[in-house]
Structures are given as structure tokens and as C-alpha cells.
């Protein structure tokens, strides 16, 4: 039967190495799930930047007042989500999730409406739309498609950080349960593993190659 908890890593036998792995994230914070709610931002960041360059003046309406409030929500949001990832804290793999459902949710508003051509978000209205974007002019094509690889890539990174966010912290969970039910002891791990490094180094090179 198909085990989401053992294809996560959450449900698994641990030997003496994923003991002291699992170990270290008590002391150790998750950077690389903060790491990708970060790198998220990061292509949020260069999305509004493109699309506040655009030369249109029929998109200065309350809806791009909208677009303002929203991406300072995005930004605050997922920056404190970030913060609570690192630490540990599954609760704020939520938040991430809901961030990336709204940054596609997004291509089909401005970015679907430079690519046709205008006239779907303003169906009177018909204008091209050009930027001027790190000192290069863009065109339309070029705009749209642009717009649409910055939301992909900051959805994409905050799914990611938040699997890797849950699955770390449900692994800590669980690891620190069975710490004080005594099922896990860190010093049998240890002298475990300090026994299989005196076997190898005991163990000639040649021998081993021969087995």
C-alpha cells in the first residue's frame, strides 16, 4: 500500500548514521528550507520590478492598487514563514503552500493579459506593451513570458521549501519522541559507528577489494 510518510522520510527504520543525522537538527537550523522561501522572494521581487517598469498607463487603476497590497503581503508573509521553516515549525509549511497557489493563481491576471494583447482585463481597450527593464526595452512577448518564468519559479521554490520544511520538522518530531521514550539512544549510535570505523581501518585496503 502507497506510504506518503515512508516515500517522505518521515516513517523509517534509522540506523546509527540517519540517529546522528536526524541529531544535528536539534542544533542545526533548517537553511535550506528558509534558504528556498528566500530564493522565492527573490523572483518576486524581480517580477514587480519588471512590471511596474511597463509603459502602459491603462493599468494604472485600483486593480494594480491591488497588486501592490498583494506583493507586500507576499513579501511579509513569506519572509515570517521563512523564519518559522528554519526553526522547525510545520505550521508555517501552510502559509508557503498558499503563497505558491497565488503566485500561479497570478499568471492569469496581468501576465495572461500582456499576452493576448491587452483587452482581458480591459476588453475596450487594446495597447502594446513595452518595458524598459535593466537598461533593456522589451517587448510584449518578451514581457509576458518573462513575468510568467518569475511566478513559476517562485511557486516552484515555495512548494519545495515547504516539503522540505515539513518533512524535516515531522523527522524531528518524531525523532525526539522516540529520544524520551528511550527508544533511540545517541551514545549507542555513536559507539556504533566509532566500531565500524575501527573495523575499516583495521580492515586492510586489499582485502576489501578481494571481498
Given at each position: ?6 516515500l517522505?522520510?518521515v516513517k523509517?527504520?534509522?540506523?546509527s ?10 542544533y ?8 528556498l ?16 517598469s511597463?509603459?502602459n498607463?491603462?493599468?494604472y ?7 501592490i ?8 508573509i ?18 508557503l ?5 497565488i503566485?500561479?493563481?497570478r499568471?492569469?491576471?496581468y ?60 523527522q ?31 580492515t ?8
Amino acid at each position: 500500500m502507497f506510504d506518503i510518510g515512508r516515500l517522505l522520510g518521515v516513517k523509517r527504520e534509522m540506523d546509527s548514521h540517519d540517529v546522528i543525522k536526524t541529531d544535528v537538527y536539534r542544533y542545526k537550523r533548517n537553511t535550506l528550507a528558509s534558504g528556498l522561501a528566500l530564493l522565492s522572494l527573490v523572483f518576486e521581487c524581480l517580477y514587480f520590478m519588471l512590471f511596474y517598469s511597463l509603459l502602459n498607463g491603462t493599468y494604472y487603476s485600483i486593480l494594480i492598487g491591488g497588486s501592490i497590497v498583494l506583493n507586500l503581503a507576499v513579501l511579509l508573509i513569506t519572509f515570517l514563514s521563512s523564519e518559522g521553516v528554519k526553526a522547525y515549525n510545520k505550521k508555517y509549511c501552510i502559509p508557503l503552500l498558499v503563497i505558491a497557489v497565488i503566485q500561479i493563481g497570478r499568471i492569469f491576471i496581468y501576465p495572461t493579459d500582456i499576452a493576448m494583447g491587452g483587452g482581458y482585463l480591459y476588453p475596450e481597450s487594446t495597447y502594446e506593451i513595452t518595458a524598459w527593464y535593466f537598461g533593456t526595452s522589451l517587448d510584449q512577448a518578451a514581457v509576458s513570458t518573462i513575468l510568467i518564468i518569475y511566478l513559476v519559479l517562485s511557486a516552484a521554490c515555495l512548494v519545495v521549501s515547504a516539503i522540505v520544511g515539513y518533512v524535516r520538522a515531522k523527522q524531528l518530531e518524531v525523532f525526539t519522541k522516540h529520544l524520551e521514550d528511550g527508544n533511540i539512544s545517541i551514545d549507542a549510535a555513536l559507539k556504533e559507528l566509532d566500531a565500524q570505523d575501527a573495523a575499516n581501518k583495521a580492515t586492510p585496503a586489499g582485502e576489501v577489494e578481494n571481498a
